[in-house]
Every structure is written in C-alpha cells, then in structure tokens.
C-alpha cells in the first residue's frame, strides 16, 4: 500500500496492520477476520473462529481482528462490502477465503487444505521432522520381528510426542509383537477412555494387531494341524486355526493362502470369518504395503473373479 498523500492516521493504520498481519504472515498463516459490534453474525462467528484459531496455533496459525468501523481505511483497501469477511494470509498474499466457514468443522477442514499447501513455520511440523525418521527406524525394526527393541523406539517417540498416533500404534504393535498382549490391550483401553485419542488409522491398525493377536494363537508345530487340514479340508475350523498359527509363527503368506482357499470355498462360513481374519491381517501389515496390495487382488479375485 502506497502511502505518499495519505493522512497521518491512514499511514498509521497501515503501519499498524503491517506490524500485526502482514509481518506475522511471513511465516505463519494469518486468519484475518473483519468484523464490528454491531454485527450479529460476527458475534456468532467469531468465538468459532477464535477457537479454531487457538486450536491451530501449534500449527502455525494466528489471527488478526480488523474493526471495520475503527479502521475503515484498512477494510476499504480489501473492498470489504459485507461483514463477516474472513480471509487467509501468508506471506503478505491473500490465499484463501474462508467467509463461507461458518462451523468449526468447515472453518478446520479449509485451514487444512491451505496448510497442506504452504511451508509454514510452526513447532508441530518441526516436531513432526524430528520424529519422522524415528518412526521409519521403529516400523522397520518391527517388521524385523524385533518387538522389544522397537518398544524402546517408539517409547521414546511417545515421550516427545506424547499425543502422535503413529507413535502410540507403533508401541501398541510393539507390545503385541513382544508377547505382551495384556499391556497393548491397557494401552489401547487408555486411549479409548481418553476420547479422540483412541481414533484413527494408526489406533485402528494397532486395534487390529491386538484383534489378531488374541485370535491367532501361536502353535508349537504347524505339521499335526496342516496334516488334520490335509486328511479333512472339510473341518473349516481346523483350518482357521492354522491359519492362526501361520499368522502367529510371522509366515503371512502361507496364512493368506489358507484363508483365501477357505474365502473361495465358503464365504459366509462363521459370518466371513475367513475373510475377517484376512483383512485384520492387511490392517496390521498395513494398507499401503505392496504385500498388501498384492493380496487384495487376490481377494478381488475370489470374490468378484
């Protein structure tokens, strides 16, 4: 904004937004939201937006107030022609228009996709570098059959980040992975009784390996229930208990190739619980691995084929 001819209070009101908006816009998204007190709907909205605000300020997001009554100048250069007005800023440009939010749910669901879009500074993406590696380092040391060593990984991750759910599933997993099912399932009713902490792919992944775990009982020797499966593949629970056993002793394919065979030949046996204990087993693995991918076409496959 050019200043040469302007008056003194405009100049000062341009230094003044300039200070609070566009130079915190540098490197944080700036909610700007123009209002007045007499306007019914601000009233309305703006306590969904301060909130939203204080919500996201680990993210990165601050808010700026602009009186459109105290500070005319400022809400002429942005033709604001109806209040509320609420945009996004970042680094001195207008980058979204969040006027259309009027819930905390729309209002959260667009800051996330601006945020996705933008290299803001913010502590929680500095910590989410920090710990990225750390959980590559303790998904590959589970997947190594290394339960307690990846217990001590993702534990130390939990402690600098205590609320991640990549880092409590992947201690969740651990612990199952260690033999000690009695204190994933502790681990898991703790967060279930903590609300929202115990949502998402990562708990859900960890709800499965725990589903599994407690169904898939591990065998001493697989050859007396593969020869019991052999002399009688009519007897499907013998079946599905090797297809546990298979699952407990780490051989995964083997197991999904039992339950494929038992899917193939009887679907709804047990209200599908081949299929069940099948797909329990992809969440565990986890959806985005090729393994998984490649079993799933199998699947598609036998059900659709």
């Known amino acids: ?16 937004f300039r200070r609070d908006v566009v130079e915190p816009s540098m490197t944080k998204l700036v909610i700007i939201d123009f209002w007045a007190e007499w ?13 939203v605000a204080a919500d996201y300020a ?42 259309q939010a009027r819930t905390e749910s729309q209002l959260k669901a667009m800051l996330d996709q601006a945020l996705a879009q933008l290299p803001i500074e913010s502590p929680a993406a500095d910590k989410e570098a920090e710990i990225e590696p750390l959980l590559a380092m303790g998904e590959e040391v589970l997947a190594s059959g ?15 980040a205590p609320d991640h759910p990549g880092a409590q599933g992947g201690l969740i997993r651990a612990l199952i ?15 279930d009784a903590d609300g929202d902490a115990g949502k998402g792919l990562e708990i859900d992944r960890a709800r499965s390996a725990l589903a599994l775990a407690k169904n898939a ?3 001493g020797d697989l050859a ?10 009519g007897d499907m629970d013998a079946r599905l208990a090797l297809a546990g056993g298979q699952m407990a002793a780490g051989e995964r394919d083997a197991a999904a190739t039992t339950l494929l065979a038992m899917i193939a030949e009887d679907r709804d046996w047990n209200d599908a619980a081949a299929r069940q204990r099948l797909l329990q087993l992809f969440d565990v693995v986890g959806l985005e691995d090729p393994w998984v991918s490649a079993q799933r076409r199998k699947l598609s496959a ?3 084929g």
């Not at 050019?2 to 003194?8: H, I, P």
């Not at 290394?146 to 600098?160: L, P, T, W």
């Open 58 to 99: 680990d993210k990165g997001v601050v808010l700026a107030k602009i009186d459109v009554d105290a500070d005319k100048f400022i809400a002429a250069q942005f033709q604001v022609r109806s209040i509320p007005t609420v945009y996004a800023m970042f680094q001195g440009q207008l980058v979204a228009d969040l006027t």
């Open 224 to 233: 007396p229930l593969e020869a019991a499966v052999a002399a009688n593949p």
């Open 217 to 219: 009982a591990p065998v």
């Open 177 to 191: 992975a260690a033999g000690r099912v009695d204190e994933a399932e502790m681990a898991i009713a703790h967060l």
């Open 1 to 16: 904004m050019a200043t040469l001819g302007m008056s003194a209070a405009d100049k000062q009101a341009i230094e003044t």
């Open 39 to 51: 306007c019914g709907p601000c009233k309305a909205l703006s306590p969904v937006i301060e909130k």
């Open 302 to 304: 036998v059900l659709f």
């Open 146 to 160: 290394d339960g307690e060593r990846a217990i001590g990984i993702f534990g130390q991750i939990v402690q600098m």
